[in-house]
């Protein structure tokens, strides 16, 4: 089951290079440029009018059209009657670009900025192609100690928009106004965080499959898969995910676990318990399944009954029976998620463990664990998620405040983190509640996507006192809602 068809339009994330293209194709089509670039500005006039009262503006432009969108903005600002300034780089700008701007073009020595001021920042959009030095670092640089407030077209000059890397310099932008549809740059890296509140307009850019380079997570893309799961009636139609638990003291992370899958939708959750750990499971759970394990026979049997996916990794430790029962699991041919100890039993030769793994598995990495797993991977975040899972052959979702999920189909960036989430356990809980809507026969990104943002939601409106005990309840909530 995927997403949404019309939702992933929606949520496409455009590279600068398709953005082009598509600007060539609306062209092509009959649409003159300066119509866009009369879209563009009006659309930075509307967000400008909302976000910032009347005071003086200077506007900064480069050469290209990102440019040109200043200038035109700078001819509606003067029609409304704002009192403002432009500085161009390089060369004045010819006659045509500037026919109302009479009078009010400076030289670029004499930008400075005050504290109540607003500063639009139409240097480089889309277009910026190397690093910014010279007469352009040197305005940025300005706008660093002026406390003016910042309002930049399409990107903060020198935000590289596939990546979200600065090139350079780039402002801290308080408000950015970009066109047609986001690029991964607003949402990754310094990008997300230089962009400030960022405002998206129609400007009327012709949409076509195949311009997308990523998706940005909302529910929109999955909820349906989700509602699909809750109109199942019996548990086992709804799918039955096996935990598998740690042994000893180390077994809290994989029950945390198993209560992220038991509030997932999914019918029923199995809980495997090393002797060590069997007889306190049973004590605490009371919905979720508990069943001693000796070895991984027992695991061997759900996998060909009635289990529907498999968590595994969760405080599970490195021993013998790990590593039998990481292979029973991959071996099931399961829907799978491996984390935290499943990931690193193999760090010194994943390619041992990557060839056991298939399409249907989930990688849940954080940063640490991905370093050591996919050693030589690197460059921004949405690159390297994409080349792991091309490496592994399986979904990797790399945690962070922002998380890329790459695996079958356009990768997915999701935004709504927050610090949280940043609690012991909290990650044992997402990989539960993954393994438990993957149980429900959603697809692996499309389970880890929809994981991602609920247990993410789940702590957005919560404090820094929230724990990971007190998160299943929350991802509950978050899930009810959704589906009601
Ligand atoms: N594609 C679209 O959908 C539309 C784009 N528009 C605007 O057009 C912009 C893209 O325009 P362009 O393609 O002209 O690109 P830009 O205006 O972003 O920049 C390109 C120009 O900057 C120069 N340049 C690039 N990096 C530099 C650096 N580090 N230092 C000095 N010079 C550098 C290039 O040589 C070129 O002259 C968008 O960001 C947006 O603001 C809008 O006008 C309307 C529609
Ligand atoms: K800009």
Known sequence: MAFDAEATKR?????????????????????????????????????????????????????G???????????????????????????????????????????????????????????????LSRPVEGE????????????????????????????????GIAPQADVTVTFHR????????????????????????????????????????WRHLLAN?????????????????????????????????????????TYLAPLSSAEFAGTVFDA?????????????ELAEGKASSIVIGPGMGHGALSRDCLHTALASGLPCVVDADALTLYEDEPSKLFSALHEGCVLTPHEGEFARLFKGVEGDKLSRAKAAAARCGATVLLKGSTTVIAGDGLPVI???????????GSGDVLAGLIG???AQSVAPREAAAAGAWIHAEAARSAGPSLNADRLPRRIAGVIDRLVS
Request: hydrophobic share 40%.
């Open 65 to 127: 059209n990102n440019g040109a969108d200043g200038l035109r903005l700078g001819e509606m600002l003067v029609d409304a009657g704002w009192p403002i300034e432009v500085i161009c780089l390089g060369e004045p700008p010819s006659a045509e670009r500037h026919r109302g701007l009479d009078g009010r073009l400076r030289p670029t020595g004499t930008f400075a900025p005050g504290p109540g001021a607003l500063v639009v920042d139409a240097l480089f959009g889309a277009g």
């Open 136 to 167: 352009a670092r040197a305005l940025i640089e300005k706008l660093e100690f002026a406390g003016a407030s910042v309002l930049s077209i399409d990107l903060p000059s020198g935000i590289d928009g596939a990546t979200g890397e600065v090139l």
């Open 229 to 269: 799961g809750a109109r199942e009636t019996h548990k086992y139609e709804r799918g039955h995910t096996v935990v598998v638990g740690g042994p000893g003291f180390m077994g809290s992370a994989s029950r945390l676990s198993a209560y992220g899958a038991s509030v997932s939708g999914a019918g029923a959750v």
């Open 288 to 300: 979720v399944m508990v069943r001693p394990m000796t070895g991984p026979e027992a695991l061997e």
């Open 182 to 221: 986001l690029k991964p740059g607003h949402l990754l890296g310094e990008g997300a965080r230089r962009c400030g509140k960022v405002f998206c307009a129609d400007i009327g850019l012709q949409y076509r499959e195949g311009d997308a380079s990523a998706l940005h997570n909302a529910p929109e893309l």
């Open 436 to 438: 438990g809507i993957l």
């Open 11 to 63: 949520c496409s994330l455009m590279t600068p290079d398709a953005m082009a293209e598509a600007d060539r194709r609306t062209i092509a089509a009959g649409t003159p440029e300066t119509t866009l670039i009369d879209r563009a500005a009006r659309a930075s006039l509307r967000v400008l009018r909302s976000e910032f009262t009347r005071r003086p503006v200077t506007i900064l432009c480069g050469p």
């Open 414 to 424: 999701n935004t709504n983190g927050s610090r949280s989430l940043a609690t012991a």
